[in-house]
């Protein structure tokens, strides 16, 4: 269990500009997560995928975000035309149907 | 849609006091997890229940279900230093996982 991985750990984008987020989760998991988090809040739930179908988005997000997981393995999520308000923890996580997930350290995004 | 809370925001106690954070869900839920995330750490999974009006224990932590599957307690008895950190319910009752807004435990030695 090399557990769940997010790249990169941090990153600083301006105003305007398309950042995309890499998740490898645990390889036997077939559920994939994405969350946002802010300081003092719990993650917010953003979408998951069961295999490579995207199950649910939240009726929050925005039409800027977009996830793939195209293999069913790895999953990207890109945010266009980044705001301010974009800046926060983007965490990832794993599991199975019904079971805990497994979070990834999180990719923190800073928008100038 | 669904919505999942959680008090106090905050509590500090001395070392050796009791702890007890509540979750209430909009919802009647499938399954509810506990977490906990350290200061700069990400969420780490504790326990998850699932039936009606169930308890479970793990050493100085006790999680409770409510019979009507829309509530959910943490007590932390005799609190340690170690016990330091935030601690979120989240509630399924479809696919995904909704989490409160955590309740956030500082211990004084």
């Known amino acids: 269990d090399t557990g769940v991985s997010q790249d990169p750990r941090h990153k600083i984008t301006k105003r305007g500009q398309n950042v995309t987020f890499r998740c490898d989760p645990i390889?036997?998991?077939?559920?994939l997560y994405w969350y946002r988090q802010t300081l003092g809040q719990g993650p917010e739930f953003l979408t998951y995928f069961q295999n490579e179908a995207q199950l649910e988005k939240s009726r929050l997000l925005s039409d800027r975000f977009s996830a793939e997981r195209p293999k069913g393995s790895f999953s990207t999520l890109e945010i266009q035309r980044t705001e301010q308000g974009d800046s926060a923890m983007y965490l990832c996580a794993s599991g199975g149907y019904n079971s805990p997930l497994h979070f990834g350290n999180g990719t923190r995004l800073t928008v100038t | 849609g669904q919505q999942v809370m959680q008090i106090p925001q905050y509590q500090h106690v001395q070392e050796g006091e009791d702890f007890t954070t509540y979750c209430n869900s909009s919802t009647t839920l499938s399954n509810i997890q506990w977490y906990k995330q350290r200061p700069g750490g990400h969420p780490v999974f504790l326990i998850q229940?699932?039936?009606?009006?169930e308890v479970k224990k793990q050493k100085r932590l006790t999680f409770q279900f409510g019979e009507a599957k829309k509530n959910s307690s943490l007590h932390i008895t005799a609190t340690q230093t170690t016990d330091v950190g935030t601690y979120f319910c989240a509630g399924r009752n479809t696919g995904k996982l909704i989490f409160g807004q955590g309740t956030t435990l500082q211990v004084k030695p």
């Open positions: 229940l699932v039936k009606s009006g």
């Open positions: 390889s036997e998991h077939n559920r």
